[in-house]
């Protein structure tokens, strides 16, 4: 039965790009393409459209650049060029020394991927310095619900950033085959991340489509065009169960549109140069120093700190802590993403 769906879904989407999506646009039912978060989905998205965004119930998209781009075809179509292989094992899997450090500046904009993702999906944005996000409201892809994120130590959480693909997933489907310059670029490409509430990345954890999607119905065929898209730009592939999941969620959208990613790979599993496909967001000028006020004077070494928790970090001005900087732990390192006491 589910072959004969996704048969049928690839013959709409070939109808659609010969002869015009008007006229097999009736097959779509409404509010299962490519709509805002709010649950009135889009009619049948017509070639050339482009995915929506975290922000789209919002009324406001992210930046074109930050935004995966349309590709020819469909997202079925797309799809059905992935390969289905059985999950590898996860062993040797490490977050940090596979995907490199969160978060990078893999777009060379003087800017951490994390704040460039919450600067692109919130709204109200205060970034006074050019680069770290201190406020805006998020309305959550995958529940709709409008979410007010003031950075600090208590409050970030509530709002993270979620690999569409997640990098755990992405290790068992093929991601030990590429090189560390392709894994970084996956791990901090702009069209693998959205900002979503916090619960919802907390529970979805390294699950694909099989195991966890976006609670919001309306959403649903643009997550999983992404993470088609990811896989296909990164040569991983799906599961059994995923591909089926996946075919199922796409037979109720079957004109969503393929899209690319902002960061696409290269032939032998090397990632393309970083920031082929990031806006340029230039940061504030550093302050300059006043005039005639002497240089400092560099001092010597000193020896490694050691902090009891990230109060005692905060309070010695170190925060956050990366992987090799002076003090850093996993004890400190809660979430395991390489960047302890980040907020």
């Not at 790009?17 to 779509?28: E, I, K, N, Q």
């Not at 120093?289 to 010695?316: E, Y």
Request: charge should be negative.
């Amino acid at each position: 039965m589910l072959r004969r769906v996704v048969r049928a879904a690839l013959v709409t989407g070939t109808l659609c790009l010969l002869t015009g999506c008007s006229a097999v646009s009736g097959s779509v039912p409404p509010g299962s393409g490519t709509g805002g978060i709010g649950g009135a989905g889009t009619a049948a998205a017509g070639p050339g459209a482009v995915s929506v965004s975290a922000a789209a119930s919002a009324g406001t998209a992210p930046g074109a650049a930050d935004t995966p781009s349309t590709a020819t075809g469909t997202a079925v179509a797309l799809l059905a060029t992935l390969p289905v292989k059985g999950r590898a094992a996860a062993t040797g899997y490490d977050r940090v020394g596979d995907f490199g450090t969160a978060w990078l500046d893999r777009d060379h904009d003087g800017c951490d991927t994390r704040d460039d993702v919450l600067a692109r999906d919130l709204t109200d944005v205060e970034r006074p310095g050019g680069c770290r996000v201190l406020s805006g409201t998020l309305v959550s892809p995958y529940t709709g619900a409008a979410i007010r994120f003031t950075r600090g130590a208590t409050t970030s959480a509530a709002v993270q950033i979620d690999h569409v693909v997640a990098l755990e997933d992405a290790w068992q489907t093929g991601a030990q085959q590429l090189d560390q310059e392709a894994r970084e670029d996956l791990a901090n490409d702009p069209g693998n991340l959205l900002a979503v509430d916090g619960p919802s990345n907390e529970q979805k954890g390294s699950g694909d489509a099989a195991t966890w999607l976006p609670h919001v119905v309306a959403f649903r065929c643009s997550y999983v065009a992404r993470q088609v898209a990811v896989k296909a730009a990164y040569g991983l592939w799906v599961t059994p169960a995923e591909h089926d999941a996946v075919a199922r969620i796409l037979a109720t959208c079957p004109m969503q549109p393929a899209v690319r990613t902002a960061f696409s790979a290269r032939p032998g599993g090397t990632a393309a140069g970083s920031g082929s496909g990031g806006a340029a967001v230039v940061p504030a000028p550093a302050t300059p120093a006043a005039p005639g006020a002497p240089a400092a004077t560099p001092a010597g070494p000193t020896p490694a700190p050691s902090f009891a928790n990230c109060a005692a970090v905060r309070a010695a001005g170190a925060a956050p802590l990366h992987v090799g900087d002076p003090g850093y732990s996993r004890q400190l390192d809660r979430d395991g993403d390489g960047a302890a006491c980040e907020d």
